[in-house]
């Protein structure tokens, strides 16, 4: 089989419209634009989100505060959830996604100290809360800040 063959089945594929090849061709003289108009014209149309003069929905909306966009997102997990590793282990990244905790690192992971650790794990994540570092070194684990 040669792929610079193929072609699709006949009848699967419709050929292209040609506008303004003549009056025989039903889409000739003005090219299905119609008489006149702002559509007509060459470079008419409205701009995305225009509502005829109406106030568009994008102003009508009320808007308060100021939102950054450099925010940075953390995938949170609580030490109950890292009860699930054997003692001893080294909690990474890749190990994460493997247990299902998380799915796509965002900007980071941050370790929560909800629940209770009775596993001794060296944890590997972007961010810690001082509690649960705290918590972490108290059931003889490591915290490492990647």
Do not use: C, W
Not at 46 to 53: L, M, N, Q
């Amino acid at each position: 089989m040669d792929l610079s063959n193929l072609k699709p089945v006949p009848g699967s594929t419709k050929s292209r419209k040609r506008i303004g090849r003549g009056p025989g061709s039903g889409t000739g003289k003005t090219s299905g634009r119609g008489h006149k108009g702002q559509n007509a014209r060459s470079g008419g149309g409205v701009k995305p989100g225009f509502e005829g003069g109406q106030m568009p929905l994008q102003r009508r909306i009320p808007k308060r505060g100021f939102v950054s966009r450099n925010k940075k997102v953390y995938n949170l997990i609580n030490l109950r959830d890292l009860e699930v590793f054997d003692s001893g282990s080294v909690v990474d990244l890749e190990l994460y996604g493997k247990a299902g905790l998380v799915s796509g690192i965002k900007d980071g992971i941050k370790i929560l100290a909800d629940g209770d650790l009775t596993k001794a794990l060296t944890v590997q994540a972007h961010k810690f809360s001082k509690s649960a570092a705290a918590k972490i070194e108290a059931a003889g684990g490591k915290v490492e800040v990647l």
